[in-house]
């Protein structure tokens, strides 16, 4: 009972860092059509919010690794909640200038402190209590990643979106200070939400400070000889699971980024009416999809169950692209559900038989999530070039394909020549 106890706290506190990182990046369909509004970008350059947040993920990945290794967990998480606080306070004096490079800088900042959280807190929470209960622990822990997902659209279109939006010859007719204070207005609306991120983070670093964590000393004799390198890629069931994880990160991040855009494009719904949707209807049937889909696999191999998933994730995307009005995007909302499986699907596969190098295949599979960074941007390029973000849809369609493969064929295990 005592050991229990002892356990508690520090799961509980761990477990939060969870909901941190999928707010971070449930956010971003936020952000985008407002920074859209308030700094006046084309679709391309409000994609770069996505590259920000996927860029620090890819850059910090390897750093953040090699500072928890020389300084500990519990320092490594508390260093990534510090950077996850400046990030969140830069918001603030960005939101005054309404000078969007610095709202990139905010967010990449951000992104930084949440890699030292990813990094530190799947493999910390499995330490944190009965080695036999590990696996149980990571799945609710988990969770909360879904709890993050659904909440983070649903609050920003409460506190971030003003539902304030005019037409482009509207703000045409508006004088010099009119379109100056109108976009302050916008900008503005950011301040408090995340003053109230940063301050939440700061009471979380102080209790991670004065809880006193369980120490943990590494196995050496398991990575013994290990060393990073593209040798690894001689099993080409990793090397399509990387490729596969490119693009399905990408097909994620795009759907979402521009399903506002996209709800408005097709039916002229309202800004925070498609917010809710997102995070009401297809966030929460992506959180739902992972517990109907840990069930499936009891009965259907997850390779197979994989592919289905993608041909299905196809055909509503056809639609999507295809049709009109309520029918496009509800097609759309439905994709999430079978999107909840593809990540950890493909990364279970990908590991799966390669021993001692398991640690070094999860690296490359950790950073192949820059795909998140360049799928928005070639949809926003699209969307620009042609007046449609219905059209540049058709680029997470394609990304399918290249999970549709690695469920079809793949994942089996063999040597590459």
Same mark, same amino acid.
């Given at each position: 009972?005592?050991?229990?106890?002892?356990? $508690?706290?520090?799961?509980?506190?761990?477990?939060?860092?969870?909901?941190?990182?999928?707010?971070?990046?449930?956010?971003?369909?936020?952000?985008?059509?407002?920074?859209?509004?308030?700094?006046?970008?084309?679709? #391309?350059?409000? !994609?770069?919010?996505?590259? @920000?947040?996927?860029?620090?993920?890819?850059?910090?990945?390897?750093?953040?690794?090699?500072?928890?290794?020389?300084?500990?967990?519990?320092?490594?998480?508390?260093?990534? $909640?510090?950077?996850?606080? =400046?990030?969140?306070?830069?918001?603030?004096?960005? %939101?005054?200038? &309404?000078?969007?490079?610095?709202?990139?800088?905010?967010?990449?900042?951000? !992104?930084?402190? !949440?890699?030292?959280?990813?990094?530190? %807190?799947?493999?910390?929470?499995?330490?944190?209590?009965?080695?036999?209960?590990?696996?149980?622990? +990571?799945?609710?822990?988990?969770?909360?990643?879904?709890? *993050?997902?659904? #909440?983070?659209?649903?609050?920003?279109?409460?506190?971030?979106?003003?539902?304030?939006?005019?037409?482009?010859?509207? $703000?045409?007719?508006?004088?010099?200070?009119?379109?100056?204070?109108?976009?302050?207005?916008?900008?503005?609306?950011?301040?408090?939400?995340?003053?109230?991120? @940063?301050?939440?983070?700061?009471?979380?670093?102080?209790?991670?400070?004065?809880?006193?964590?369980?120490?943990?000393?590494?196995?050496?004799? +398991?990575?013994?000889?290990?060393?990073?390198?593209?040798?690894?890629?001689?099993?080409?069931?990793?090397?399509?699971?990387?490729?596969?994880?490119?693009?399905?990160?990408?097909?994620?991040?795009?759907?979402?980024?521009?399903?506002? &855009?996209?709800? &408005?494009?097709?039916?002229?719904?309202?800004?925070?009416? %498609? @917010?809710?949707?997102?995070?009401?209807?297809?966030?929460?049937?992506?959180?739902?999809?992972?517990? %109907?889909?840990?069930?499936?696999?009891?009965?259907?191999?997850?390779? &197979?169950?994989?592919?289905?998933?993608?041909?299905?994730?196809?055909?509503?995307?056809?639609? *999507?692209?295809?049709?009109?009005? @309520?029918?496009?995007?509800?097609?759309?909302?439905? !994709?999430?559900?079978?999107?909840?499986?593809?990540?950890?699907?493909?990364?279970?596969?990908?590991?799966?038989?390669?021993?001692?190098?398991?640690?070094?295949?999860?690296?490359?599979?950790?950073?192949? =999530? =820059?795909?998140?960074?360049?799928?928005?941007?070639?949809?926003?390029?699209?969307?620009?070039?042609?007046?449609?973000?219905?059209?540049?849809?058709?680029?997470?369609?394609?990304?399918?394909?290249?999970? $549709?493969?690695?469920?079809?064929?793949?994942? /089996?295990?063999?040597?590459? /020549?």
């Amino acid at each position: 009972m005592q050991t229990r106890n002892k356990y $508690l706290l520090p799961f509980i506190l761990v477990t939060s860092l969870f909901f941190f990182w999928a707010f971070l990046h449930n956010l971003n369909p936020i952000l985008i059509p407002h920074l859209k509004k308030a700094c006046q970008l084309s679709d #391309l350059q409000s !994609a770069f919010i996505d590259s @920000a947040v996927y860029f620090g993920y890819f850059l910090i990945a390897v750093p953040a690794g090699l500072f928890i290794h020389r300084f500990g967990y519990k320092k490594g998480i508390v260093f990534g $909640l510090i950077l996850y606080a =400046i990030g969140a306070l830069l918001f603030i004096p960005a %939101a005054s200038t &309404r000078e969007y490079f610095f709202f990139l800088t905010a967010l990449f900042i951000i !992104a930084s402190g !949440a890699t030292f959280l990813e990094t530190v %807190a799947n493999p910390y929470i499995t330490i944190l209590g009965d080695p036999a209960t590990a696996e149980q622990r +990571l799945n609710f822990a988990q969770s909360f990643n879904g709890v *993050g997902a659904v #909440l983070a659209p649903i609050l920003g279109s409460k506190f971030i979106l003003s539902g304030i939006e005019h037409s482009k010859e509207e $703000l045409q007719q508006m004088s010099p200070d009119q379109l100056n204070n109108y976009l302050n207005f916008e900008s503005s609306t950011v301040k408090v939400p995340y003053l109230i991120m @940063a301050c939440v983070i700061i009471v979380v670093i102080i209790l991670f400070i004065i809880t006193k964590l369980p120490e943990v000393k590494e196995d050496d004799s +398991l990575t013994h000889g290990t060393k990073f390198s593209l040798k690894i890629f001689q099993y080409s069931h990793l090397k399509w699971a990387v490729i596969a994880q490119f693009f399905y990160v990408g097909a994620q991040v795009g759907m979402g980024s521009f399903f506002i &855009r996209f709800s &408005r494009y097709v039916m002229n719904l309202p800004e925070k009416e %498609a @917010a809710y949707r997102w995070g009401y209807i297809a966030m929460l049937g992506f959180m739902l999809g992972r517990f %109907a889909g840990t069930f499936l696999m009891r009965y259907i191999k997850p390779a &197979r169950l994989l592919s289905l998933y993608a041909v299905i994730n196809i055909l509503l995307l056809i639609i *999507g692209v295809t049709a009109d009005g @309520a029918v496009a995007v509800n097609s759309v909302m439905a !994709a999430p559900f079978f999107m909840s499986i593809m990540f950890p699907t493909i990364f279970a596969l990908g590991i799966k038989g390669l021993g001692e190098e398991t640690k070094i295949a999860s690296s490359f599979l950790v950073m192949s =999530i =820059i795909g998140g960074a360049f799928t928005p941007m070639l949809m926003g390029w699209i969307s620009d070039v042609t007046g449609s973000i219905q059209v540049a849809y058709i680029v997470p369609l394609l990304c399918f394909l290249a999970v $549709l493969y690695y469920g079809w064929k793949g994942y /089996k295990i063999k040597m590459a /020549k």
